[in-house]
């Protein structure tokens, strides 16, 4: 098996947040939660984020920026960052991808893709 010098795991959680959220105003609220763990064996920094976030109605908005949560974590091989975040909507199910930007040591830029989730609201069961 060859050895990935430069390699990220993506872990996501998803729950609806009801006393945001607002079906009238069509304003659906999910908070995420990733942990990002450094599967490699050098360390990395996430420098940026991209999301694409796309819902029931395929209305899509990109989110780009420096960091996650104020913050641009280092992570050694074998840590991990967990940081919880959060999306609204127009519609009560919808989706999300991306990918962060990683700076591993020595300057070598990389991608870490976030594979894509789903953020639905739960079903009222009758």
Do not use: C
């Amino acid at each position: 098996m060859i050895e990935k010098k430069h390699d990220v795991t993506v872990t996501t959680r998803t729950a609806f947040i009801p006393d945001q959220s607002d079906a009238g105003s069509e304003r659906y609220v999910f908070a995420y939660t990733i942990t990002i763990t450094n599967s490699g064996s050098v360390p990395v920094q996430l420098i940026s984020r991209h999301w694409i976030i796309t819902d029931a109605n395929n209305q899509v908005q990109e989110v780009k920026g420096l960091g996650v949560v104020g913050e641009q974590p280092y992570l050694r091989p074998d840590e991990s960052f967990e940081y919880t975040s959060g999306t609204a909507m127009a519609t009560p199910v919808g989706t999300m991808r991306g990918s962060y930007q990683m700076m591993a040591e020595g300057g070598v830029p990389f991608d870490a893709p976030i594979p894509e989730f789903t953020l639905s609201m739960p079903r009222v069961l009758h």
